[in-house]
């Protein structure tokens, strides 16, 4: 008979304490493996979760590892032998190394916030489509009315060819003589008021009730399109506003076009429309009103202009989205410096929607000014050109690429601890990485980029200017929420030589 208690021997090897411990006092940690060892005779079978470990006989028993799941909370292991099980719970707790779901959240919300920024920047050189009204001006307005004015005027020119009109009829009263045409009405007003109209004994009346028919173009439609002319041309104004000379010109000239075009013949007796617009049947379905309509309904439609990354990433793969987020932040001390020139690599359109073009192991490409380069996930091996390694494949995270010179940075969100031994990784990328024609190293600076400073005192003069100075190698702080200001000033140094 086996006793009830037989799991008791399940022990597991604690790094932190460097002994032996109970299964059920050991400090278990998402994401890592442990080694674990049970003193017993005889076959069993142990499980976690109710998944078989792996495991080998050992002398006075088995032995196995076991690698604990990406999230906290309880967790189940199984010890059967025979006919008995044993059933040990405990808990599993979260690794600080790991970004926690709000993080993730918001890492990957300041990645968007910075890419749609950048895509207004330089992806107006694209049609993109955008969600939501908004009164407030943006670049991508401006760049709709640039690219669509052209069209707005051709459908303007239609318009006033051929305005909508109607019949308007109006009852007045008038001479007897001046009747022209007697209608029921006119007999009705006859009869009714004959006998004693203006207290003369004639039946007839001096003057008659009639109707007038006149077109007129004062028309729902029209109306409209006269307040959309005073919408847009306010809004010309306030482009004109702006401190910027080449949308300060053709603001101007897009504005003297609307005020010519509210000087056309039909408008001067038609008033503008005050209230909510309706779509009408004239706006629905006739081919230039609608085509009117339609201008203006998309003029206000870019409240929302949403981006997503290309490959989703799983919580568990949240260092990858950790090296995005550190890249989009030079991206955007680059930008703050006026240091940017182009920055479409950074957008993929598939499937009628743009994303985020940045994944690992491929290779994005950001134009800055005199003639550098900002990359993410630069391949460089033995066949690469302008720079090449000799030993084995190599892809920095991000690389800065001056004046023939490399400049080399690795997002390690994970390194609270041994700092120093992954800034000495760094030592293959000064070394290994050579000019093609010359052969002479071309990596000129290294560093680490980091979500925590380090605690230990070896380690803090990583992230002091006097080090990196002397070393050039050393590690920049990157946190969510935080400032990168001592990067921002590293910069500077090297493109604005102060």
């Not at 943006?138 to 020119?157: H, K």
């Not at 309509?293 to 998309?298: E, I, L, Y």
């Not at 200017?465 to 050393?474: I, L, S, V």
């Amino acid at each position: 008979m086996v006793p009830h208690n037989f799991g008791v021997d399940f022990i597991i090897w604690d790094q932190s304490i460097q002994s032996w411990t109970r299964l059920e006092d050991t400090f278990l940690e998402e994401a890592r493996t442990y080694r674990w060892r049970y003193v017993i005779d005889g076959i069993i079978q142990v499980t976690m979760q109710d998944v078989p470990l792996p495991m080998t006989k050992t002398g006075d028993g088995w032995e196995g590892v076991f690698e604990t799941p990406f999230q906290s909370g309880i967790i189940q292991f199984g010890i059967r032998k025979n006919d008995h099980l044993m059933e040990i719970e405990t808990y599993v707790y979260p690794d600080n190394r790991k970004i926690t779901h709000e993080e993730y959240q918001r890492l990957l919300q300041e990645i968007l916030e910075e890419a749609l920024i950048c895509f207004q920047k330089d992806g107006l050189k694209a049609y993109v489509h955008a969600t939501g009204l908004t009164r407030n001006l943006s670049m991508l307005q401006w760049n709709y009315i640039e690219q669509q004015i052209i069209q707005l005027r051709s459908i303007f020119r239609q318009v006033e060819s051929h305005p909508l009109r109607v019949l308007q009829r109006e009852e007045e009263i008038v001479k007897r003589e001046l009747i022209k045409q007697v209608t029921p009405a006119t007999l009705s007003w006859m009869e009714r008021y004959g006998e004693t109209y203006g207290g003369s004994p004639s039946r007839l009346p001096s003057h008659l009730k009639s109707t007038r028919a006149e077109e007129t173009f004062n028309v729902y439609e029209n109306r409209v399109v006269l307040t959309q002319l005073n919408e847009i041309q306010l809004l010309l104004q306030r482009y004109n506003e702006m401190n910027h000379p080449v949308i300060k010109q053709k603001a101007s000239q897009y504005c003297d076009w609307v005020t010519r075009w509210k000087q056309a013949d039909f408008f001067k007796k038609v008033t503008p429309y005050f209230g909510s617009i309706k779509t009408t049947q004239a706006f629905r379905k006739h081919p230039i009103y609608r085509l009117w309509f339609q201008w203006f309904q998309a003029l206000y439609d870019f409240k929302e202009l949403t981006f997503d990354v290309k490959d989703r990433l799983p919580l568990k793969e949240t260092y990858q989205l950790y090296e995005i987020w550190c890249f989009i932040q030079i991206v955007k001390c680059l930008r703050e410096l006026n240091l940017l020139e182009d920055t479409m690599e950074l957008f993929i359109y598939k499937d009628d929607h743009y994303y985020l073009n940045l994944s690992e192991n491929k290779e994005s490409v950001m134009t800055l000014k005199n003639g550098a380069k900002l990359t993410y996930q630069k391949k460089i091996q033995s066949n690469t050109k302008p720079y090449y390694t000799y030993t084995q494949r190599m892809i920095p995270d991000i690389v800065i690429e001056n004046e023939e010179s490399l400049y080399v940075f690795d997002p390690k969100y994970r390194v609270s601890k041994n700092l120093s031994m992954a800034l000495g990784e760094m030592h293959k990328y000064r070394d290994g990485i050579l000019h093609k024609e010359t052969d002479q190293r071309v990596v000129k600076e290294v560093y680490i980029l980091t979500p925590r400073k380090a605690k230990m005192s070896e380690e803090k003069d990583f992230f002091e200017w006097d080090f990196q100075q002397k070393y050039k190698m050393g590690a920049f702080c990157f946190m969510s929420g935080g400032d990168v200001e001592e990067f921002k000033e590293w910069i500077k140094g090297l493109f604005l030589k102060l």
